[in-house]
C-alpha cells in the first residue's frame, strides 16, 4: 500500500487555522543551507536538487517495494537580527535550511550512491551541497496559514500569543514552514502553509 503522508500524518501537516500544541520526533531529512531572497534563481536551484534527489530515492525505494508519495519541502529560516517591526525586514538577509523529509528506511550510504546517480543524469552545481541530517522539532506549536508568503506574520502573531497563553518560551528565533502547496501553480491566495515554532 503506497505511504500517503496527508493521510497518515494529519496532526503534522494538516493542522487547523488556529494554534496548537504537538510532539515533533526525530526525522530524517535531504537539506541543504544559503542566505538570501527566495526569489532569487539561487534558491530555486537549491530547491532543484533537494527534489532531484528525494525522487531519486523514491524511485530507488519503489523498485524495493515500497512506495510513498514524497514528502513536501519545508524551510527553516531566520534572520541575523530581529526585524524592527514584524514583517519589516529585507529578504536578502534571509538564512535558511531547505529540506525534504525522508521515510526512516533511507539510510546515509543509500543517499550517496543515489546522489552519484543523480549527478550522472542531472548536474546540478547544489547537488554537492545536500546532506544527509536527522532533525528533531521536539515540543512545538504549528498553524496552517493560507495566503501569500508575506502575510505570514498575521499567524506568527497568533503563535506568539498562543506560546504567552499557555507559558510556552520559543527556543529560538528559527521558524519551520511546510509548503503543502506549489507555487508555480497555486494562487497566492489559496496557497498553504503550516508555521511551526520549536517551544
Same mark, same amino acid.
Given at each position: 500500500?503506497?505511504h500517503?503522508?496527508?493521510?497518515?500524518?494529519?496532526?503534522?501537516? $494538516?493542522?487547523?487555522?488556529?494554534?496548537?500544541?504537538?510532539? /515533533?520526533?526525530?526525522?530524517?531529512? $535531504?537539506?541543504? #543551507?544559503?542566505?538570501?531572497?527566495?526569489?532569487?534563481?539561487?534558491?530555486g536551484?537549491?530547491v532543484?536538487?533537494?527534489?532531484?534527489?528525494?525522487?531519486?530515492?523514491?524511485?530507488?525505494?519503489?523498485?524495493?517495494?515500497?512506495?510513498?508519495?514524497?514528502? &513536501?519541502?519545508?524551510?527553516?529560516?531566520?534572520? *541575523?537580527?530581529? *526585524?524592527?517591526?514584524?514583517?519589516?525586514?529585507?529578504?536578502?538577509?534571509?538564512?535558511?535550511?531547505?529540506?525534504?523529509?525522508?521515510?526512516?528506511? /533511507?539510510?546515509?550510504?543509500?543517499?550517496? /550512491?543515489?546522489?552519484?546517480?543523480?549527478?550522472?543524469?542531472? &548536474?546540478?552545481?547544489?547537488?554537492?551541497?545536500?546532506?544527509? !541530517?536527522?532533525?528533531?522539532?521536539?515540543?512545538?506549536?504549528?498553524?496552517?496559514?493560507?495566503?501569500?508568503?508575506?502575510?505570514?506574520?498575521?499567524?506568527?502573531a497568533?503563535?506568539?500569543?498562543?506560546? !504567552?497563553?499557555?507559558?510556552?518560551? &520559543?527556543?529560538?528565533? /528559527?521558524?519551520? !514552514?511546510?509548503? $503543502?502547496?506549489?507555487?508555480?501553480?497555486?494562487?497566492?491566495?489559496?496557497?498553504? #502553509?503550516?508555521?511551526?515554532?520549536?517551544?
Amino acid at each position: 500500500m503506497k505511504h500517503e503522508w496527508r493521510k497518515a500524518e494529519k496532526e503534522l501537516y $494538516l493542522p487547523k487555522t488556529t494554534p496548537m500544541y504537538l510532539e /515533533v520526533p526525530a526525522f530524517n531529512f $535531504l537539506t541543504i #543551507t544559503g542566505q538570501g531572497d527566495p526569489n532569487e534563481s539561487a534558491f530555486g536551484d537549491r530547491v532543484a536538487a533537494l527534489y532531484s534527489l528525494a525522487y531519486g530515492i523514491r524511485m530507488k525505494l519503489k523498485q524495493q517495494g515500497f512506495e510513498y508519495t514524497v514528502y &513536501p519541502l519545508e524551510g527553516l529560516w531566520t534572520l *541575523p537580527a530581529a *526585524p524592527t517591526a514584524p514583517g519589516q525586514f529585507n529578504k536578502a538577509d534571509l538564512q535558511y535550511k531547505i529540506m525534504i523529509r525522508q521515510p526512516e528506511s /533511507v539510510t546515509e550510504t543509500e543517499f550517496e /550512491v543515489i546522489r552519484q546517480a543523480v549527478e550522472r543524469k542531472k &548536474p546540478n552545481m547544489y547537488l554537492s551541497q545536500v546532506n544527509f !541530517e536527522t532533525i528533531t522539532d521536539g515540543p512545538a506549536v504549528q498553524v496552517m496559514h493560507i495566503g501569500p508568503y508575506d502575510t505570514e506574520s498575521e499567524l506568527f502573531a497568533k503563535l506568539t500569543a498562543f506560546c !504567552e497563553t499557555n507559558q510556552l518560551t &520559543p527556543k529560538n528565533h /528559527v521558524h519551520r !514552514e511546510i509548503y $503543502l502547496s506549489d507555487a508555480r501553480r497555486v494562487a497566492p491566495e489559496k496557497r498553504k #502553509t503550516v508555521l511551526r515554532y520549536s517551544v
